[in-house]
DNA sequence: CGATTGGTTAGGCATGTGCCTAAGTATATT
DNA sequence: AATATACTTAGGCACATGCCTAACCAATCG
């Protein structure tokens, strides 16, 4: 997941399809990048679950998978919630030296 | 610094120093590496600025920074402001609909 | 001072990644 | 039916990445 967004394209495909659903085309226009290249990022947006396609005829429709973002999201959460424990740690000592004060 | 992110290794290595600060020995002894190439990992994140680090003799102490960790999250958040605002556009528009009617 | 410890530098390798072009398939339009 | 459009498949290339070993430097310990 994090693999996939480490690339910048894939980003902003991402960033886009959060404004909502895109063709394949629409979401290629923007980039200077030969078809099948553009393809391949999609490819592995969607391998990675944070987008979905579906084809209609020969157009396909691309989709992000907002659970699959909350994910990601929830590793930057349980960053937090150890650097929080740090503090409450912290404080807890912080009381502890200024009672034996 | 989704570069950076974007390996498991490192994700590891940020996780662990939001429990608090660490020496390379420390930090790569869950891992089995070559220091070298460990320290090359350290590199990539004090690069990307997600940690910092100092050396005072022979020992080298690192450091997240949490700020960037902000930042890094803070592409999340922006996801989903477009997302919300999406879902208000769509509320509007069935709000309309229903007067309308 | 010699030995140990903690880290750094240098070079190398196999694999992965991000891009390309060419050719093809399927669907839609004229 | 011919043409255009939207995408897919296949193969290739240059560079990046994640790991290794060997050697070295600096600080600390006994």
């Given at each position: 997941?994090?693999?996939?967004?480490?690339?910048?394209?894939?980003?902003?495909?991402?960033?886009?399809?959060?404004?909502?659903?895109?063709?394949?085309?629409?979401?290629?226009?923007?980039?200077?990048?030969?078809?099948?290249?553009?393809?391949?990022?999609?490819?592995?947006?969607?391998?990675?679950?944070?987008?979905?396609?579906?084809?209609?005829?020969?157009?396909?429709?691309?989709?992000v998978?907002?659970e699959?973002?909350?994910?990601?999201?929830?590793?930057f959460?349980?960053?937090?919630a150890?650097?929080?424990?740090?503090?409450?740690?912290?404080?807890?000592?912080?009381?502890?030296?200024?009672?034996?004060?």
């Amino acid at each position: 997941m994090f693999q996939a967004l480490a690339d910048p394209t894939r980003r902003e495909i991402v960033r886009r399809l959060c404004e909502g659903p895109a063709t394949v085309s629409e979401l290629s226009a923007p980039f200077k990048m030969a078809l099948p290249s553009f393809v391949q990022h999609l490819q592995v947006l969607e391998q990675s679950g944070l987008i979905t396609s579906e084809k209609v005829g020969r157009v396909r429709t691309c989709r992000v998978a907002l659970e699959r973002i909350a994910d990601a999201e929830a590793w930057f959460e349980s960053l937090r919630a150890l650097w929080d424990e740090r503090f409450a740690q912290l404080d807890t000592l912080l009381e502890t030296l200024q009672d034996e004060k």
